[in-house]
């Protein structure tokens, strides 16, 4: 029978993971398209101000693979919205993680919503019994949280788009992720996302994903509140980087769907606001 202090030290640990696992998250989010030297370069000059997440670290490989299942209408509205520039907008999935090639037990329901350069984000976790009734019934049902009162946030807006649009998982996304997080600064997060893949599926765990989406090139992601880091400042100065609105979604669409309304020709990569091109980065939320 285990001890008091056994028992607290459980207590403690089981807390210790719950507030480990962020549900939430607002903040800034730019995007940069690298080619795989520049992305060698970079990781170099980064390793003094930043170091793996914990989650990649304890990987074999020093990264993870993401693999989301993306929801949207029959007719697409969520891309369309991507594509036409809409300022505020939204993107529903399902997300799960593989680390070593094995999937890790935690998965989530996402709703990621974009108004300009600010992102807010917030998920539900689940298990695999509360993933396979939630595919099973196309809702949550009854299903119980543990944090009840913002999953039932969540799913109130999920319901809304669910009945208004007809959602339905319409493409898996997998790729390779190297996170890191600030040394001195928590709240700082840049990942740099390749071999990005995609496939038709309605199964979140479906394997071979044999769509090549973006093969020869990384996207780097600055994540932060607040100031932007001096480093990278002088990163994106030294090496003549621009900002991009490249979405893994809307060009995993254009891979493996054959949409009649879509120019081949157009460049999504610059889709971006002239004003938010020019707005400081000492801009705080």
Known sequence: MPTKRQLDCGRVFRNARMKETKLHFQRFEFKYLLSFDEFNQIRKRLR????????ARDSNKGFYEVISLYYDSPKFYYYYEKIDGSVRRKKIRLRAYKKDDL????????IKRKHDAIILKDR???DKEQ??????????????????K???????EYDQERFTKCLEPKILVGYIREPYIGTYNKNFRITFDYNIRAKISENLFEHDLDTQVLSDGVIMEIKFNGRLPYYIKEIIDQYNLERI???KYCHSIEACYSLPEINASRNY???IDKQLLTQQYERII
């Open 269 to 271: 990569f610059f889709n």
């Open 124 to 126: 539900i976790l689940m």
């Open 48 to 55: 003094q101000y930043v170091s793996l997440d914990g989650f």
């Open 245 to 247: 609105a490249y979405s």
């Open 150 to 156: 913002d999953a039932q946030n969540i799913i109130e």
């Open 103 to 110: 999937f890790a037990g935690n998965i989530f329901f996402e």
């Open 131 to 148: 993933y396979n009734n939630f595919i099973k019934n196309e809702s949550f049902g009854n299903i119980d949280f543990a944090n009840k």
